[in-house]
T-cell receptor, first 112, second 113 residues
Framework: QKEVEQDPGPLSVPEGAIVSLNCTYSNSAFQYFMWYRQYSRKGPELLMYTYSSGNKEDGRFTAQVDKSSKYISLFIRDSQPSDSATYLCAMSAGTGGFKTIFGAGTRLFVKA | EAGVAQSPRYKIIEKRQSVAFWCNPISGHATLYWYQQILGQGPKLLIQFQNNGVVDDSQLPKDRFSAERLKGVDSTLKIQPAKLEDSAVYLC???????????FGNGTRLTVT
């Protein structure tokens, strides 16, 4: 079993839809949870960074962490074609990049 | 601030040849990471530097991969000799310190034929 599981998709939605992206994990020591966005032929870009359980909102993006279920989510409201990218979840037991484990990424297509 | 710079962007070599990648982190960032991203997978950490010292190289295939960070700034990652399975994107990332989020460069896409 992988430490972090993420459905690779692809996920295709119409413009304006609410997108839900999810990851599950097995290591209960993970405390820091991140979502990165990666456009084609670009490096990952940090979108959200949360600690422990709870919700965090930033504009159209909301990150949720449920440590009891070992499940994290990223919601994108009013999705735009420019949101088309691969979304990577990542998590670590310590802060920053030390021992950060990435999911495989979910490819998202938002159709105009 | 300028982002993480990497070169070259693309490299094609034959198996058993050697190759080197270069990374210039964001100015002032003490922590530097090299990740390998195989197509369809998430990035996998190869090595982490704190200033010019190695913090973690447990997943670096040391029989063929080597990395250094001279003077705690720029870094190079070398593969010698390359294998077909080394075909991947090699990403460099930096952070203000080990507790800070990572900032990635755009990577070097390596194809080994």
């Amino acid at each position: 079993q992988k430490e972090v599981e993420q459905d690779p998709g692809p996920l295709s939605v119409p413009e304006g839809a609410i997108v839900s992206l999810n990851c599950t994990y097995s290591n209960s020591a993970f405390q820091y949870f991140m979502w990165y966005r990666q456009y084609s032929r670009k490096g990952p870009e940090l979108l959200m960074y949360t600690y422990s359980s709870g919700n965090k909102e930033d504009g159209r993006f909301t990150a949720q962490v449920d440590k009891s279920s070992k499940y994290i989510s990223l919601f994108i409201r009013d999705s735009q074609p420019s949101d088309s990218a691969t979304y990577l979840c990542a998590m670590s037991a310590g802060t920053g990049g030390f021992k950060t484990i990435f999911g495989a990424g979910t490819r998202l297509f938002v159709k105009a | 601030e300028a982002g993480v710079a990497q070169s070259p962007r693309y490299k094609i070599i034959e198996k058993r040849q050697s190759v080197a990648f270069w990374c210039n982190p964001i100015s002032g960032h003490a922590t530097l990471y090299w990740y390998q991203q195989i197509l369809g997978q998430g990035p996998k950490l190869l090595i982490q530097f704190q200033n010019n010292g190695v913090v973690d190289d447990s997943q670096l295939p040391k029989d063929r991969f080597s990395a250094e960070r001279l003077k705690g700034v720029d870094s190079t990652l070398k593969i010698q000799p390359a294998k077909l399975e080394d075909s991947a994107v090699y990403l460099c990332a930096s952070g203000r310190d080990s507790n800070s989020p990572l900032h990635f460069g755009n990577g070097t896409r390596l194809t080994v034929t």
